[in-house]
């Protein structure tokens, strides 16, 4: 029986998912290999019939350049009890599996660590890589290397977002957006910096200061204010959805949303829509301090998630999948596959990534870096101690709205 590979995909589409799964069945296909496709993610080694399918050079070839996911995937995250209840170790046996082949984010990392470690500790001979992805670019690769996806997220995201400034230029209005992103905002800040919006608000910006509704709004409004002083009277605002997971569970519940959260206890984010609920406090707000400006709402997040992947982003998951290979015939497993600048690849072991709870933790904007700090000094637009008296004119406290005062920088 021929040596054989699985792979599975875990959490949510990115683009590229299709090329580092069809990428890693042609370079192991090359090698003399049966390639295994396993549907629904982890739920398909905790089952007794998971549904798969052998992948060959012509379905590779196929979808290898397609956004969205070929292969069916999940969220599932196995318990303690599924492990030693339910892991079909079967389908490894039967299959004559050498290396299962994961492809995901931090939840899916977290996950490939724990069968990591089991397959050693059962002294199961069969290795394990996985393979960073995500749009939010929140895994902890070295050197800000990109997880994959995330660039041609962020291009269709500043696609939308140049078209949505250009609207608000056209009409004269502000246009309030709202980019995915979970617990980081690398994504809203490039969408932001490409797209020279003038207010950017992801939830690293509050590193001195505890974060709330309120403040959310004050920066909205310092932008809207120092803008309508230079004689502007439209623009965009990007809020990450983020700075939903640092909000107290009292001021959300103040806002009038009630939040519902997924297996792995995040906030379903995706259920309701974050620029609709700025756009309403935003209006009250203005209402209240008699400022006359039309804002609108927009959401960016599953618009982004299964488009085809920008060059980029072919190559470097081209890249990602040969690094597997690489890493594979090299003796490595229990590792993350890491593929550097000059395009060499390199094991990045899952134990030493971990927290003490076990989970890789998620990887933020760095506020002191060099990207972040060029945004917000050269193109972000708020009120500064300069801007009072004139400010004066359209708001009786402008130091209430000073960009500085409120993030406490």
């Keep these: 029986m021929k040596d054989s590979i699985i ?72 318990t303690d009890e599924d492990f030693e209840k339910n892991f079909n170790l079967a389908l490894f046996q039967d299959n004559n599996v050498k290396l299962l082949v994961t492809v995901g984010g931090d939840d899916t990392a977290s996950t490939a660590n724990r069968i990591a470690k089991f397959l050693e500790a059962k002294k199961y001979p069969i290795r394990n890589i996985h393979v960073p992805k995500t749009i939010d670019n929140d895994l902890p690769l070295p050197a800000n290397a990109p997880t994959f996806g995330f660039n041609s997220a962020k291009d269709e995201g500043a696609h939308i977002a140049r078209t949505i400034y250009e609207d608000a230029r056209t009409s004269g209005n502000w246009l309030l957006i709202s980019a995915m992103g979970r617990s980081a905002g690398h994504l809203a800040l490039g ?28 920066l909205t409004l310092s932008a809207i204010l120092k803008r309508k002083l230079a004689g502007i009277p439209y623009g965009t605002v990007v809020v990450a959805e983020g700075v939903f997971h640092d909000l107290a569970p009292e001021d959300i519940k103040a806002t009038g949303v009630h939040m519902t959260y997924d297996e792995h206890g ?35 997040g599953y618009d982004v998630r299964c488009q085809d992947p920008i060059a980029y982003d072919l ?12 890493l594979y015939q090299k003796g490595e497993t229990g590792c993350m596959v890491y593929v550097d600048a000059e395009g060499n690849s390199h094991p990045l072991y899952l134990h030493d990534l971990q927290n003490e709870e076990g989970k890789i933790p998620p990887r933020r904007v760095d506020m002191n870096g060099g990207i ?28 209430d709205y000073d960009f500085c005062k409120i993030l406490g920088w």
């Excluded at 969408?191 to 309120?214: L, Q, R, W, Y």
């Excluded at 906030?267 to 804002?295: D, H, Q, Y």
């Design 7 to 78: 792979i599975l995909c875990g959490g949510g589409p990115a683009p590229g998912m299709n090329t580092v799964v069809c990428s890693v069945a042609k370079t192991f296909l090359a090698g003399g290999f049966r390639v295994i496709g396993l549907h629904g993610g982890y739920s398909g080694l905790f089952s007794k019939t998971p549904r798969t399918e052998d992948l060959d050079f012509f379905k590779a070839d196929s979808y290898f350049n397609r956004g969205g996911s070929y292969l069916q995937m999940s969220r599932f995250k196995p």
């Design 191 to 218: 969408i932001g910096e490409a797209t020279h919006c003038p207010m950017t608000i992801i939830p690293e910006m509050f590193n001195k200061t505890s974060i709330n509704v309120d403040k959310i709004i004050k």
């Design 266 to 300: 995040h906030p379903e984010l995706g259920k309701i829509s974050k620029a609709v609920l700025f756009n309403e406090l935003l209006e009250k707000e203005m209402k209240r301090l008699g400022l006359k400006v039309k804002t609108r709402p927009v959401e960016i």
């Design 315 to 326: 190559t470097y998951c081209s890249e990602l999948a040969m690094g597997v290979y690489d």
């Design 372 to 399: 972040a700090q060029n945004y917000y000094k050269y193109i972000c637009n708020y009120i500064t101690p300069a801007d009072y008296e004139a400010a004066k004119e359209l708001v009786p406290n402008p130091e």
